[in-house]
Nanobody, 127 residues
Framework: QVQLVESGGGSVSPGGSLTLSCTASGATNSPYSMGWFRQVPGKERDGVACISAVGGGTQYDTSVWGRFTISRDNAEATLYLAMNSLKADDTAVYYC????????????????????WGQGTQVTVSP
């Protein structure tokens, strides 16, 4: 079992920045690839980014390419999402997730492929 806890959400003006963190505990010695997802009420959950357990390769949704950076600190069992040039469309609840796969793979943005989920943190981008 792995427990995930997100933090770092909040309110920011358009063009601003936020960094989300996701701290893992429990059976973290297994090779989990990690992802960030986001969801707006009434809409489906969307994949934002993924980072592989092996090699550290990353995948991003095109909507955040060049603005968001996913990273991980394995020693601290922490996942990060640095978000820059934020837009109103980035407003959502952000979730971190872990899957028992050494790489993100082509299905990195499919939530059903992930086993463990955090409780979510709200990000609001407004003037």
């Amino acid at each position: 079992q792995v427990q995930l806890v997100e933090s770092g959400g909040g309110s920011v003006s358009p063009g601003g920045s936020l960094t989300l963190s996701c701290t893992a505990s429990g059976a973290t010695n297994s090779p989990y690839s990690m992802g960030w997802f986001r969801q707006v009420p009434g809409k489906e959950r969307d994949g934002v980014a993924c980072i592989s357990a092996v090699g550290g390769g990353t995948q991003y949704d095109t909507s955040v390419w060049g603005r968001f950076t996913i990273s991980r600190d394995n020693a601290e069992a922490t996942l990060y999402l640095a978000m820059n040039s934020l837009k109103a469309d980035d407003t959502a609840v952000y979730y971190c997730a872990a899957k028992t796969s050494p790489t993100c793979g082509s299905s990195w943005d499919e939530g059903d492929m992930y086993t463990y989920w955090g409780q979510g943190t709200q990000v609001t981008v407004s003037p």
